[in-house]
């Protein structure tokens, strides 16, 4: 079965400081991937997703990036964090575009 | 345009009957999901329909889908203190295969 690992859970970093937050998944090749960001008003908003190895689609401009170095491997960065990227982050897969989303356990990011 | 709507809250006693409701805006949206987020996790698939249907039943959920109205609803039976969650109801947007959610129904179950 697929599962979906999201590390690490929690994260506290002072504003200016860089960002690597990964999601790996597991029992499935070739996946579409996704990040979502969830804001303190609960909506999700999707920043980045990507149909394949090194190729990512960014949904906003922001002071954040996506990679997917591998096939079953998506990382969130950022060169200098701002107040305004506190959230809590998800990571999703599915099997192509238009398929049922599945969700990791998220990132919980406090920048201070 | 792109747009999902839900009420933010909802309060019932255990045992009574849920229903959360939503209305979504694409009228070529293939397929309709809810997710159930308890407080600091994940979001968890708990149920889809396709938009050819018009009623699915899993076991304590019911999903109507009111094709004409776009409107779709969770109902969740006997419903249980363990229910108290967050529920995102959500579209998947033929251009582009983009998820829509709304924002979120809170439901709180009352002993």
């Known amino acids: 079965s697929q599962t979906i690992h999201q590390w690490p859970a929690t994260l506290v970093q002072p504003v200016g400081s860089p960002l690597s937050l990964e999601c790996t998944v597991e029992?499935?090749?070739?996946?579409?991937l996704y990040w979502y960001r969830q804001a303190a008003g609960r909506g999700l908003q999707l920043l980045f997703y990507s149909v394949g190895i090194g190729q990512i689609s960014s949904e906003v401009p922001q002071n954040l990036s996506a990679s997917r170095p591998q096939d079953r491997q998506f990382i969130l960065s950022s060169k200098k964090l701002l107040l305004s990227d506190s959230g809590f982050y998800l990571c999703?897969?599915?099997?192509?575009?238009?398929?049922?989303?599945?969700f990791g356990p998220g990132t919980r990011l406090t920048v201070l | 345009g792109e747009d999902v709507e839900q009420s933010l809250f909802l309060s019932v006693r255990e045992g009574d009957s849920s229903v959360i409701n939503c209305t979504y805006t694409?009228?070529?949206?293939?397929?309709l999901y809810w997710y159930k987020q308890e407080p600091g996790a994940g979001l968890q698939l708990l149920t889809y329909i396709f938009s050819n249907m018009d009623m699915k039943q899993d076991q304590r959920l019911t999903v109507l889908l009111n094709k004409k109205d776009k409107h779709l609803s969770l109902r969740i039976a006997d419903t249980q203190t363990g229910d108290s969650a967050i529920y995102f109801c959500?579209?998947?947007?033929?251009?582009?295969?983009?998820?829509?959610f709304g924002q979120g129904t809170e439901l709180s179950v009352k002993p």
């Open positions: 959500a579209e998947l947007y033929n251009q582009g295969g983009k998820l829509i």
């Open positions: 029992g499935t090749s070739n996946p579409n």
């Open positions: 999703a897969w599915s099997v192509n575009p238009a398929g049922t989303q599945y």
């Open positions: 694409d009228s070529s949206s293939t397929y």
